[in-house]
């Protein structure tokens, strides 16, 4: 009877702790983390989906727009630059790297705004319907991507948030210590200014 009673009593404090544990909070880092990483995932398919309606934008653009080859050409470096920086989960603790995928992808958007704007010079073009349904996608993937960011920016607080308070802080501090905070999604310093649009 004793060796029953005591393998009772381990198996009761076996569920005892699991049931503390699993309440405690130490689930909680590896799933703001992972959470982080699929916001992130969200946010460079949004910028791959970018990526890929250029070429057929520039191909419909260079069809009316042939003095326009400087524009051309900037949106098609810009993307080529733009998808040449990537960004795994695992270098989201690195604000360098994430700054440099961002000013890339701004300096694409830039290049795409300034694109969109020489077309108003061409009355065909504006009523191409290549032309506007592209324009179109592009204007709901700029959108996606302003949501995906968001979505990022804000699993990225949650995941950091935990691991500097109460008790994710613990948790932290002794099974997690390799999680460091991940970077923040930061605008660069000329988003903050309207862009200059000439003829």
């Not at 009772?8 to 005892?16: D, G, K, Q, S």
Request: glycine letters at 4%.
């Amino acid at each position: 009877m004793p060796v029953f009673v005591s393998r009772f009593r381990f198996a009761v404090a076996v569920v005892f702790l699991g049931l503390a544990v699993s309440g405690c909070g130490y689930n909680n880092i590896p799933t703001a983390e992972e959470s982080a990483k699929a916001k992130w995932a969200d946010v460079q398919n949004n910028y791959q989906r970018r990526a890929d309606l250029i070429p057929n934008l520039v191909a419909t653009v260079q069809g009316y727009a042939k003095q326009e080859a400087d524009v051309l050409t900037r949106v098609v470096e810009s993307r080529a630059k733009a998808t040449s920086i990537r960004i795994d989960a695992g270098q989201l603790t690195d604000p360098d790297k994430l700054k440099q995928v961002t000013d890339a992808q701004n300096q694409l958007s830039g290049a795409l705004g300034r694109l969109i704007a020489v077309s108003e010079n061409y009355p065909d073009l504006k009523s191409n319907q290549n032309f506007l349904a592209l324009q179109s996608q592009l204007e709901g993937t700029e959108n996606r991507i302003s949501v995906s960011r968001k979505d990022y920016i804000e699993a990225v607080r949650v995941y950091n948030t935990e691991l500097k308070t109460f008790p994710g802080l613990l948790w932290a501090s002794t099974f997690f210590r390799a999680n460091k905070p991940m970077a923040e999604f930061a605008a660069n310093d000329a988003a903050q200014s309207a862009p200059q649009v000439k003829f």
